[in-house]
């Protein structure tokens, strides 16, 4: 089998006929093999029952670290709620911390967490969210079932609870960032196809480590085209890609590199009509183009012969609605001794620094369309809308920063306070008071201005998004502050609005909150 040049230069391929034949538009459009090229051949028995074998000792090789790790924490979380019990006076049945573990093992195999490959963080995040709140029930269940229960197994249920949750939520994803660096880990994924989408595809594999994919090789028919001259490297952050073989030879390919998994770059390449050739493989990834539509609620049925695509929305779901409501006053509520005194710590610290207003009112477009005052500490100078105008006139060159993002790295309107509150989020704790007053939500879409010279452009050149905005109250956080921020354009951020809007859930939002307790200590993508 022909393995592609180790050493060769990315800049020096560019010079290439081979390069330019993957850059050149008809094979961006729509690939079209060699003339001549064979087919993709079925997969035999015996093959697809020696690949399933080999699959089936990955898939344990790939759970059994994680399934470690969850086994750690449960036994740390038992072992403390048994401590504490004992310490209180109440010690709990010795069983108590075997069925702790073993339960929590038994959940996070029901939920689809071993072996853990393909799972994105998301996903996992949810399962162990479901998986701690049944522990959390299963405990009390059992405690209040004890003849005589005591107040203080209270503060054992609270301390398993919390600690199962935080543990599974924090050291998993650290685990997956650990075990991405080894391939008897990760599991080997062959690419077939061709062209730029096949080397975007094989980028996109190989930043998945974490999910446990590597990409092992190119199989394509395009690698008969190439001289020894030009042998091509598709570069990835472990090693060169190297071209496997032709798509003839795919049976062949599979076994002598014990590749279980195959991706196709291009649909065109085989369609759907043509997945039959890759029966015997365990697992394949064909691209799908469903547009805009909210994957993270679709499922896939069979009506007479045909596939229907269901798609669900929460957006207009009274019940989920409402329970997203309760869910912000909750917490508000719960959190509201301590970010009322924050606030008052950071009021009394501005007024000493700084003589001007320590709140910043500005107008947004909320639930319906209706505009609303938002609150946030004041960042900037009380003239902040000349000084930019100003600064825009006297250096042209960070205009185009301006309308790219609508934010600017070194913004002159910023006091020395106003940096510190912005990169620690503090600035937004006063729109604490529009989540209680119904106008905003602790997790949505960012809220958007309706001016001339800001947010125009979300609404006349998004208006899907907009339209989808107007069913819900903004957020405070949501999915594009926790996925880089200030790093991020302004298409960027309506693309985060759309995904978010169109695959809103309960657990999405947990999950944001999270995610943004992250985000607010290291100071991701903030200013």
Known sequence: MMELAPNVNLADFEKTASYERLQAPQDIRRPTPPVGADPIPKIDSATALRLGRIQAMRDVT????????????????????????YWLGAPLHPVFPYAIVFLTVFLQSVHGLYPGVGIQYPAEFRGVLRTSVFVS?????????????????????????SLLFLGLASLRPIARQRLKRYDWWTQP?????????????????DGLGHEGFRAAGLISDMGQTWSANHSVAVFSSRMPLRWLGPQAELESILKSESICRVAVADRETVGWRDFHCFHGIPHVMLPGDLGQQPIERMRMRENSGEVEICCDTSL???????????MDLFLVGLAAPIWLFVMGVIAVAMKCIDPGPIFYRQSRVGRNGELFDAMKFRSMVVNADQKLEDYLSNHPEMRAEWQATHKLQNDPRITKIGAFLRKSSLDELPQLF?????????????????????????????????????MVRPGITGLWQVSGRNQTSYKERVFYD??????WSLSQD??????????ALFREGAC
């Open 62 to 85: 790939s759970a059994v670290p994680l399934l470690v790790v969850d086994v750690l924490v449960a036994v740390a979380a038992s072992l403390v709620g048994a401590w504490l019990s």
């Open 137 to 161: 029930l299963g405990i009390a269940f059992a405690m209040v079932a004890r003849a005589n229960p005591s107040f203080f197994h209270v503060f054992s249920w609270l301390a398993v609870s």
């Open 189 to 205: 994924v062959a690419v077939i196809g061709s062209g730029e989408r096949a080397m975007r595809l094989v980028q996109r594999i």
């Open 316 to 326: 207009v779901n009274p019940m989920a609605l409402t329970i997203k409501r309760v």
């Open 434 to 470: 529009n989540v209680l007053r119904g106008e905003m939500s602790l997790v949505g879409p960012r809220p958007i201005v309706d001016s001339g010279n800001y947010d125009r452009e979300y609404i006349q050149e998004h208006p899907d998004v907009y339209e989808l905005y107007r």
């Open 498 to 503: 759309r995904f978010y809007l169109h695959n």
């Open 510 to 519: 947990i999950f944001i909150l999270w995610r943004t307790i992250k985000t």
